[in-house]
């Protein structure tokens, strides 16, 4: 079954300094993953996704994530931190075994941006 | 020009009550979902609509039904309110293209039901 866990709740970090929000995956298929980004009390925008092309996939405001086969990782950076960063992202695994497009959401975590 | 939208976006309402939340997209994608985010904000899938019909179809109290008109609609009816349907509740759409699972989900504003 596939799962991702995301290792942090919560992430503080100051304005200008990098971000790093951690992901594991788990899928006894070659995964599809993704990151999506929810702002206060607004619906849920995808940041980039991973569709076995490029490992290092890039996406959008600056975001990347690099996907590690042999670490089962998909972590989540972006080189300096902006205040409009500060939301929940969520790692998230499609459920391939199906072939219904479910999506499986990490537990999230909470990006701060201090000024 | 909004891609999904949901209405209304807030909901106040007592238990027992029935209630009814509208999901429509102008995206022309032909599947769409129904999801629950709860207090933690954990998301998890409820329902699965492609081109009318029930694909997916988790374990969710049959007081919940989805109604799909056309594929550009999925309303959620949810009967008998209990303190524990209180969440956020969001409409998804994608497009099927090969295989569903590499498709990206556009999702709604979201829907805020507080059951008193």
């Known amino acids: 079954a596939q799962s991702v866990t995301q290792l942090d709740s919560h992430v503080s970090v100051s304005e200008g300094t990098p971000v790093l929000l951690r992901c594991n995956y788990s899928?006894?298929?070659?995964?599809?993953l993704f990151w999506y980004v929810q702002h206060p009390n607004k619906g849920l925008q995808l940041l980039l996704k991973y569709t076995s092309a490029a490992t290092l996939v890039k996406g959008i405001n600056g975001f990347e994530a690099e996907f590690k086969k042999s670490e089962t990782s998909f972590h989540l950076t972006k080189p300096s931190a902006h205040m409009s960063d500060a939301a929940e992202y969520f790692c998230v695994v499609s459920d391939r075994a199906s072939n219904t497009g479910k999506l499986i959401f990490g537990q999230g975590t909470t990006l701060q941006v201090k000024p | 020009d909004t891609a999904v939208s949901q209405t209304p976006k807030y909901l106040v309402t007592q238990m027992g009550n029935d209630k009814s939340i509208k999901c429509e997209q102008n995206?022309?994608?032909?599947?769409m979902y129904w999801y629950k985010q709860d207090s933690k904000k954990f998301l998890k899938i409820m329902f699965s609509?492609?081109?009318?019909?029930?694909?997916i179809n988790e374990t969710v109290p049959n007081r919940f039904s989805p109604k799909s008109p056309d594929k550009a609609h999925l309303n959620l009816h949810i009967n008998s309110l209990e303190l524990g349907d209180s969440a956020v509740y969001f409409c998804?759409?994608?497009?099927?293209?090969?295989?569903?699972?590499?498709?990206?989900?556009?999702f709604g504003p979201g829907t805020r039901l507080t059951v008193l």
């Open positions: 609509y492609n081109n009318k019909e029930l694909i």
């Open positions: 998804a759409s994608s497009q099927e293209e090969g295989v569903r699972s590499y498709n990206e989900q556009f």
């Open positions: 995206l022309g994608h032909d599947t």
């Open positions: 899928s006894s298929y070659s995964p599809s």
